[in-house]
């Protein structure tokens, strides 16, 4: 699932969307209001984590925008601000939640899946299906076959990320930004030993492959029927 965090402590913004990340998430991390704006009315995110008081376009806006925008993607409000006359027009505005400043991560991250199965069932799909594998986003879970199949974060985030973008050739660089947040280097094998590594646990025990290398391009999830 792809979060957009909206914060213009830098150390904040950094340690959530670390923390995030390493919970199996796609984070985009914007520093001020303008470009939180931007990205929240232009992309697509399953849930917005919003500081309140940011530089050019404050969180009340932005919230407002989508709002208006009929976007009902879930928001959490992450601010200071912590009088009961914030916290009404918060969730006034469309605001799903309303976090206080100083907060424990543990308690942050139990609120986004939350809000994330709550949403699931209205906003966006529950699973993601192609063949007989299945991926469960509000639990983190995957299964093939109907047999559980155990992923580490970043392997569920790479493999859900394929599957999202199904028949679609996913360059190195991509996967790289996407899942591990940083620039590829080609003299790295990052990325292909994590692809081998959940090939193993995907495909090596099935005889219907998924995914597939595309040579010179990148990798793909697809059934061999549809290529």
Do not use: C
């Not at 209001?33 to 309140?52: N, W």
């Not at 529950?126 to 299945?134: G, S, V």
């Amino acid at each position: 699932m792809k979060l957009l965090i909206v914060e213009d402590e830098i150390k904040t913004g950094e340690y959530l969307k670390q923390g995030l990340s390493e919970a199996g998430f796609i984070v985009d991390l914007a520093h001020n209001g303008l470009d939180g704006h931007h990205l929240a009315m232009t992309e697509t995110y399953d849930l917005l984590i919003l500081d309140v008081m940011l530089p050019d376009v404050d969180g009340w806006r932005i919230l407002k925008s989508l709002r208006e925008a009929s976007k009902e993607v879930p928001v959490l409000f992450l601010t200071a601000r912590d009088s009961i006359d914030d916290r009404v027009k918060g969730l006034e505005l469309g605001a799903d939640d309303y976090l206080v400043k100083p907060f424990v991560f543990a308690e942050l991250l139990a609120r986004v899946r939350t809000l994330l199965r709550r949403g699931a069932n209205h906003t966006a799909e529950l699973n993601l299906r192609i063949a007989d594998l299945e991926l469960d986003l509000a639990r983190r879970r995957v299964s093939r076959g109907g047999k559980r199949i155990h992923l580490t974060a970043k392997e569920f985030a790479l493999l859900e990320l394929m599957v999202r973008r199904q028949g679609e050739v996913l360059p190195r660089s991509l996967i790289a930004s996407q899942v591990w947040d940083m620039n590829f280097d080609s003299d790295s094998n990052v990325i292909d030993v994590a692809i081998r590594r959940l090939r193993a646990k995907i495909d090596d025990d099935f005889a219907l492959k998924l995914i597939q290398t595309v040579r010179g391009m990148g990798y793909m999830i697809d059934t061999p029927d549809t290529t």
